[in-house]
């Protein structure tokens, strides 16, 4: 559907974010402009301009001569995101644990119970990471927060790769020890499960990105 002619780069960049973190838009899919600016109904400097908040993101890049393009997927890239993730929300849940005493959790259940909706039958990205933000917010470190919302859809497009390839069944049984932890109020416990998810999920996606490397060397 094309975009209200009112709305701002900012509307731009969040469709354009959704496509290229399901895969509707792939690694390395070229982005043109005209084509692209025609189908949502808004200026080719709007479209620049959102843009250039996907490049800020890592989401896109633009080279010279060749315009711009849905960012690959590398094994480092990958590395880093899922060993920064990992300390970014086992810190959270193990903050989160450290509270669990205090009636604030509800939103964390609400959350866990989504994931379990969402894994009959239909991708798990976004209620996992949707998930994992909640014990973020919950944990009430705004620092922390800051710096997980720079890379949330950056985050976000590696999970819906991980999540693909380990299945439904696999991302939930991931979660629901992390959440017990977390509602038994063991922060210890709660953060080494959660930074353990981080990692396998990141396993997983290196492994097949350093296979399509090699395959395409």
Request: with cysteine; hydrophobic share 45%; aromatic share 4%.
């Amino acid at each position: 559907m094309p975009l209200d002619k009112q709305t701002l780069d900012e509307r731009c960049a969040a469709l354009l974010r959704d496509r290229i973190v399901s895969g509707a838009l792939a690694p390395g899919a070229r982005i043109v402009e005209i084509p692209l600016a025609a189908e949502l109904g808004i200026s080719r400097g709007t479209l620049r301009a959102a843009l250039q908040r996907l490049v800020h993101e890592r989401l896109a890049v633009r080279a010279a001569y060749s315009g711009w393009a849905v960012s690959a997927m590398s094994p480092q890239d990958a590395w880093e995101l899922f060993s920064l993730r990992g300390a970014l929300e086992g810190l959270a849940a193990g903050l989160v644990a450290g509270k669990a005493a205090e009636p604030d959790l509800e939103p964390l259940r609400s959350a866990f119970a989504e994931l379990e909706r969402s894994c009959r039958g239909r991708p798990v990205s976004s209620a996992d990471v949707a998930f994992h933000r909640t014990l973020v917010g919950l944990a009430r470190h705004e620092r922390l927060a800051e710096q997980y919302s720079l890379l949330a859809a950056q985050i976000e497009r590696y999970v819906a790769a991980s999540d693909a390839l380990i299945g439904n069944a696999a991302v939930l049984a991931q979660h629901e020890p992390i959440l017990r932890a977390v509602l038994a109020g063991d922060a210890q416990e709660a953060e080494a499960l959660s930074r353990r998810h981080a990692q396998e999920s990141g396993d997983e996606l290196l492994t097949r990105l350093h296979f399509e490397s090699r395959r395409t060397a």
